[in-house]
């Protein structure tokens, strides 16, 4: 249940950035830690694309294609994505797809179709949920919003991160108490320029830089400290 809030997680966040990327969402690319914490990766076959920019290229997993990909037609990533998460929703919970068969060409005509029957165990709330989710019509499909904000949503959110394995590698509150005097020199001593690093983690900028920065505090053990400083 809480990888589904984890996968509207992501989106939300990747929603906000400038370009965001077409995800073309399905169920390997997730990873668990020892601590059975979700790790979203391979981004191999993800596009970005800024609004209203639409798309044409016809590609992804078939199970988890939304209709305006198999109708070969130009289509917005954020409704293609919403659509392959209510399929991996789907899934997950079923341990089946919504669409199946044994060829492509039917596969797709059912996709096109989007009907689908739901296992008996699935509660109302859920299957509006994903009902919402895989919409046919992309201009009614519900948005991240909408499926992050749904009842069932709400129901299973995770909590907010605290002193966990994952929160190591989150930027704090306040992001000043990431700087740890250590971690700074030692990235100093590798050519990095300290008022870049510094700026950048302050102003919590997504970079190369900011990303070596945190691994290397949490590889010298310094994010299990509360607050470090730096002037």
């Not at 590889?219 to 509360?226: D, G, I, S, V, Y």
Request: hydrophobic share 40%; glycine share 6%; with cysteine.
């Amino acid at each position: 249940m809480h990888l589904t809030s984890f996968f509207f997680d992501c989106l939300v966040f990747l929603s906000a950035q400038p370009k965001c990327p077409l995800l073309s969402l399905f169920a390997p690319p997730v990873l668990f830690d020892e601590s059975r914490h979700a790790k979203l990766i391979d981004f191999g076959f993800s596009v970005q694309c800024k609004e209203p920019k639409r798309l044409k290229v016809f590609c992804g997993t078939p199970s988890y294609m939304a209709p305006e990909i198999v109708n070969r037609v130009e289509y917005r990533g954020k409704p293609v994505d919403m659509w392959s998460l209510g399929v991996v929703l789907f899934a997950m919970l079923s341990g089946c797809f919504p669409f199946s068969a044994k060829t492509y060409p039917d596969l797709y005509k059912k996709i096109l179709r989007g009907t689908f029957q739901f296992p008996t165990e699935f509660n109302t709330s859920l299957r509006d949920l994903l009902t919402g989710l895989l919409t046919a019509d992309p201009t009614k499909r519900f948005t991240v919003s909408q499926a992050r904000n749904h009842p069932w949503t709400l129901k299973h959110t995770c909590q907010v991160l605290k002193h966990t394995p994952t929160a190591q590698h989150t930027v704090s509150k306040d992001p000043r108490h990431d700087l740890y005097r250590e971690a700074v020199g030692r990235m100093c001593a590798l050519g990095v320029k300290k008022e870049e690093l510094v700026g950048d983690v302050v102003s919590r900028k997504r970079n190369s830089l900011t990303t070596c920065y945190y691994l290397l505090a949490v590889a010298m053990r310094l994010r299990q400290k509360p607050g470090g400083t730096i002037t």
